[in-house]
Nanobody, 121 residues
Framework: QVQLVESGGGLAQPGGSLRLSCAASGFTFSSAAMSWARQAPGKGLEWVSGIYSDGRDTYYADSVKGRFTISRDNAKNTLYLQMNSLKPEDTALYYC??????????????WGQGTQVTVSS
């Protein structure tokens, strides 16, 4: 059974940082391309970042480029998202997702329950 469990969300001040984690199980994590997506209140799902199965290539939405860093530890079956210089517009429910492939980072096969990130002073 595939499970993706996100953690690390919370309240941060503008300019602050948070690190999200996603514990994966039920599939071969080291062979899976992975992504982070988010959904702000009243808005649709937005792809945030993706990473190849071996971690060599990473991609970002323009809205987070230079502020967020995606990474993975295949030995621990864990995906990360380091979020720096947070802005109020980063407020959203953040999802970890197994992507269809390295070349389809914006198509999701499985996703977790999400972790809430709120950026506010």
């Amino acid at each position: 059974q595939v499970q993706l469990v996100e953690s690390g969300g919370g309240l941060a001040q503008p300019g602050g940082s948070l690190r999200l984690s996603c514990a994966a199980s039920g599939f071969t994590f080291s062979s899976a391309a992975m992504s982070w997506a988010r959904q702000a209140p009243g808005k649709g799902l937005e792809w945030v970042s993706g990473i190849y199965s071996d971690g060599r290539d990473t991609y970002y939405a323009d809205s987070v480029k230079g502020r967020f860093t995606i990474s993975r530890d295949n030995a621990k079956n864990t995906l990360y998202l380091q979020m720096n210089s947070l802005k109020p517009e980063d407020t959203a429910l953040y999802y970890c997702a197994k992507a269809r492939s390295n070349y389809n980072l914006k198509e999701y096969i499985y996703w977790g329950q999400g972790t809430q990130v709120t950026v506010s002073s």
